[in-house]
């Protein structure tokens, strides 16, 4: 989507957005709630999408002035954090920004557990299968998206609510992260249609 192509965009955010939203809630936890964090860990599986979050967050942890203790990246699949959530930890980190998917994000916050390493977490989802693949170890992630059915633009518009009613009523839980931008990706699909 950055490439210039003329008919190729985006409904949602960039991973680097993602990233910078997580380094700029720390901030509002700084500045609005006394929260004091000074010193900040980043990990990310380096494929375009771990790289491209931990850009934007480098980016914006710097412009608050936090100092960034640890910055490492993993393969996919990677089985043992044991030593890099040993190095975080070493690091004094107070808080951790970490970018990956299921399998890892499950292999760091156990290990995190482990270890006795309980920093802020700005996690980057929401959707109801994390809790339910990570369990109590979810307990105390905060977590970043680029799209919550919970806000003021959903619950003061009658037919947005009235799709997020729907939605629950039909699946059994909340309209997630990805399902909001897949049906706007389709509403864009019909108008486009209905204009040809």
Same mark, same amino acid.
């Not at 040993?86 to 299921?102: E, I, L, R, W």
């Given at each position: 989507?950055?490439?210039?192509?003329?008919?190729?965009?985006?409904?949602?955010?960039?991973?680097?957005?993602?990233?910078?939203?997580?380094?700029?809630?720390?901030?509002?936890?700084?500045?609005?709630?006394?929260?004091?964090?000074?010193?900040?860990?980043?990990?990310?599986?380096?494929?375009?999408?771990?790289?491209?979050?931990?850009?934007?967050?480098?980016?914006?942890?710097?412009?608050?002035?936090?100092?960034?203790?640890?910055?490492?990246?993993?393969?996919?699949?990677?089985?043992?954090?044991?030593?890099?959530?040993?190095?975080?930890?070493?690091?004094?980190?107070?808080?951790?920004?970490?970018?990956?998917?299921?399998?890892?994000?499950?292999?760091?916050?156990?290990?995190?557990?482990?270890?006795?390493?309980?920093?802020?977490?700005?996690?980057?989802?929401?959707?109801?299968?994390?809790?339910?693949?990570?369990?109590?170890?979810?307990?105390?992630?905060?977590?970043?998206?680029?799209?919550? @059915?919970? #806000?003021? !633009?959903?619950?003061?518009?009658?037919?947005?609510?009235? *799709?997020?009613? =729907?939605?629950? %009523?039909?699946?059994?839980? @909340?309209? #997630?992260? !990805?399902?909001?931008?897949?049906?706007?990706?389709?509403? *864009?699909?019909? =108008?486009?249609? %209905?204009?040809?």
């Amino acid at each position: 989507t950055n490439q210039g192509y003329q008919y190729i965009f985006s409904t949602t955010n960039r991973g680097t957005d993602l990233g910078l939203y997580q380094a700029n809630f720390i901030g509002y936890l700084n500045e609005e709630k006394g929260a004091n964090i000074k010193r900040v860990a980043i990990i990310y599986e380096n494929s375009a999408n771990g790289i491209s979050m931990a850009d934007g967050a480098r980016e914006k942890a710097e412009e608050l002035g936090l100092e960034i203790v640890f910055d490492e990246s993993y393969p996919a699949g990677h089985a043992d954090f044991a030593p890099m959530v040993t190095a975080m930890k070493n690091s004094g980190a107070d808080a951790v920004m970490p970018y990956g998917y299921m399998q890892e994000a499950r292999l760091i916050f156990t290990a995190m557990r482990d270890l006795d390493f309980y920093p802020v977490v700005m996690g980057n989802s929401n959707w109801p299968s994390y809790y339910e693949a990570l369990g109590d170890a979810t307990n105390g992630v905060i977590a970043v998206g680029n799209w919550n @059915f919970a #806000t003021t !633009q959903v619950n003061d518009n009658p037919e947005f609510q009235a *799709i997020v009613d =729907e939605f629950e %009523e039909k699946y059994g839980y @909340f309209m #997630t992260e !990805q399902s909001g931008p897949a049906y706007d990706g389709i509403k *864009i699909i019909a =108008e486009a249609l %209905e204009i040809c």
